[in-house]
T-cell receptor
Framework: EAGVVQSPRYKIIEKKQPVAFWCNPI?????LYWYRQNLGQGPELLIR????????DSQLPKDRFSAERLKGVDSTLKIQPAELGDSAVYLC??????????FGEGSRLTVL | AQSVTQLDSQVPVFEEAPVELRCNYS??????LFWYVQYPNQGLQLLLK??????LVESINGFEAEFNKSQTSFHLRKPSVHISDTAEYFC?????????????FGTGTRLTIIP
């Protein structure tokens, strides 16, 4: 069974440029999460989807970040425009019930 | 709101020696507790979890953790570590009424095994 797939693995951009990350969760997993992990820190939740509905986006900086999960499967996280402080690893995870999140390998963003 | 404290950011241990990675949590309600592991250049993987029942939970690769409600702790232990255990370990907590919805991670402990 394929795991959570994320792309790109690495992205280097200049500040004020846009960037997008893509996530394909495990088949059948209705819940999808986007986390951000800063260097030396644990992951912090940005947004959680139940199917195509964003049920918790309280930590998403909505002035520059947006996300969508069309048809309740794949998801895209966008940053526009990127700032220096957005450099981090962006993690996607999915789950089918309480007790375990399955994470992708992450997308490492460097903003110059 | 719940929170997690991992006091040790780095733990060096000699191969075949025992190790304990500490995790304390804060919550006013019942919780689920997790340990996730991140091997170099890989994604986070669930190592073990406590949802209910026995307070001692084990992983398939020899780690164990014990839920101690009075101490609000969920320390991770292994009696004899191997080079392959080198990784970063994250403790996480969620409010049991909500399952995964409010999963909060600690800052992580980097375990380095010395040959």
């Amino acid at each position: 069974e394929a795991g959570v797939v994320q792309s790109p693995r690495y992205k280097i951009i200049e500040k004020k440029q846009p960037v997008a990350f893509w996530c394909n969760p495990i088949s059948g997993h209705n819940t999808l999460y986007w986390y951000r992990q800063n260097l030396g820190q644990g992951p912090e939740l940005l947004i959680r989807y139940e199917n195509e509905e964003a049920v918790d986006d309280s930590q998403l900086p909505k002035d520059r970040f947006s996300a969508e999960r069309l048809k309740g499967v794949d998801s895209t996280l966008k940053i526009q425009p990127a700032e220096l402080g957005d450099s981090a690893v962006y993690l996607c995870a999915s789950s089918s019930g309480p007790g375990e999140l399955f994470f992708g390998e992450g997308s490492r963003l460097t903003v110059l | 709101a719940q929170s997690v404290t991992q006091l040790d950011s780095q733990v060096p241990v000699f191969e075949e020696a025992p190790v304990e990675l500490r995790c304390n949590y804060s919550s006013s309600v019942s919780v689920y507790l997790f340990w996730y592991v991140q091997y170099p250049n890989q994604g986070l993987q669930l190592l073990l979890k406590y949802l209910s029942g026995s307070t001692l939970v084990e992983s398939i690769n020899g780690f164990e953790a014990e839920f101690n409600k009075s101490q609000t702790s969920f320390h991770l232990r292994k009696p004899s570590v191997h080079i392959s255990d080198t990784a970063e370990y994250f403790c996480a907590v969620s409010i049991s009424n909500f399952g995964n919805e409010k999963l909060t991670f600690g800052t992580g402990t980097r375990l380095t095994i010395i040959p």
